[in-house]
């Protein structure tokens, strides 16, 4: 890795954080200049670069030192966070302030006509998800043996399509649900976009722009509440 005296933050190129986000920074007093790809955006008022990528892509960049910080949902990290733990390797990344935007639950639903009581009532179902880790964690913690079926996206048709039985997913107006007419049964994980970083402090000026950046980021968030 090269050596690097400017801050370098990830946020998502599109989707539903990536607008908010920029705004946020815009607020904290960042002006940058974007390149013509748009994917690296330089910084005019502080030594702080965006790089715009995949949300999925934000926790490795930061694991890889690319980037320092990175704005993503908590379910992004904490998806990551239970895949590495779940082979007993180190979680290179960290949650260091929730953001208070980008709110939603990643929750259980099955379809509307189908019985639910309790965890175990998914016993021997077949759980459609893009959340494996985290869905398979929860399974395990429940004490229900259940088969997760991996998908990339549009894993609310699933039940239709008879590739699964349930699905695990990001609920936020609900409305995903109910188009498709499926109920949320279970709650796994309380989402919200958050600021991730490494876990220790750049241990030269990038130390101190992050600080400053992290006091600047709480100063907006509290004006807002
Ligand atoms: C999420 C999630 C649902 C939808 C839920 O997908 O996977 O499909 O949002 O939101 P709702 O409750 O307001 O309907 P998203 O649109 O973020 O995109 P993706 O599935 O392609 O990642
Ligand atoms: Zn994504
Ligand atoms: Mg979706």
């Given at each position: 890795?090269?050596?690097r005296?400017?801050?370098?933050?990830?946020?998502?190129?599109?989707?539903?954080?990536?607008?908010?986000?920029?705004?946020?920074?815009?607020?904290?007093?960042?002006?940058?200049?974007?390149?013509?790809?748009?994917?690296?955006?330089?910084?005019?008022?502080?030594?702080?670069?965006?790089?715009?990528?995949?949300?999925?892509?934000?926790?490795?960049?930061?694991?890889?030192?690319?980037?320092?910080?990175?704005?993503?949902?908590?379910?992004?990290?904490?998806?990551?966070?239970a895949?590495?733990?779940?082979?007993?390797?180190?979680?290179?990344?960290?949650?260091?302030?929730?953001?208070?935007?980008?709110?939603?639950?990643?929750?259980?639903?099955?379809?509307?006509?189908?019985?639910?009581?309790?965890?175990?009532?998914?016993?021997?179902?077949?759980?459609?998800?893009t959340?494996?880790?985290?869905?398979?964690?929860?399974?395990?913690?429940?004490?229900?043996?259940?088969?997760v079926?991996?998908?990339?996206?549009?894993?609310?048709?699933?039940?239709?399509?008879?590739?699964?039985?349930?699905?695990?997913?990001?609920?936020?107006?609900?409305?995903?649900?109910?188009?498709?007419?499926?109920?949320?049964?279970?709650?796994?994980?309380?989402?919200?976009?958050?600021?991730?970083?490494?876990?220790?402090?750049?241990?030269?000026?990038?130390?101190e722009?992050?600080?400053?950046?992290?006091?600047?980021?709480?100063?907006?968030?509290?004006?807002?509440?």
């Amino acid at each position: 890795m090269k050596p690097r005296d400017r801050l370098r933050i990830a946020v998502q190129k599109s989707g539903r954080l990536s607008e908010v986000s920029q705004d946020l920074l815009a607020r904290c007093g960042l002006k940058f200049r974007h390149s013509r790809d748009k994917l690296f955006c330089f910084g005019e008022s502080l030594a702080i670069d965006l790089l715009l990528v995949r949300d999925d892509d934000i926790p490795g960049l930061i694991a890889d030192g690319v980037c320092d910080l990175g704005i993503v949902g908590r379910n992004v990290l904490a998806e990551q966070q239970a895949a590495l733990q779940s082979r007993e390797a180190v979680v290179p990344f960290r949650e260091l302030l929730p953001l208070g935007f980008g709110r939603c639950r990643l929750s259980i639903a099955i379809p509307q006509e189908l019985d639910y009581a309790e965890p175990s009532s998914l016993q021997g179902l077949r759980i459609a998800t893009t959340y494996p880790a985290l869905t398979a964690q929860w399974l395990q913690q429940a004490g229900v043996t259940a088969k997760v079926v991996v998908l990339s996206g549009s894993v609310e048709i699933a039940p239709k399509l008879g590739t699964a039985d349930a699905i695990c997913d990001l609920v936020s107006s609900g409305a995903t649900l109910q188009a498709n007419q499926l109920r949320e049964v279970a709650g796994i994980l309380d989402s919200e976009a958050v600021l991730a970083a490494a876990p220790g402090l750049p241990p030269d000026e990038r130390g101190e722009l992050q600080e400053l950046l992290l006091r600047r980021i709480e100063g907006v968030i509290q004006v807002r509440e």
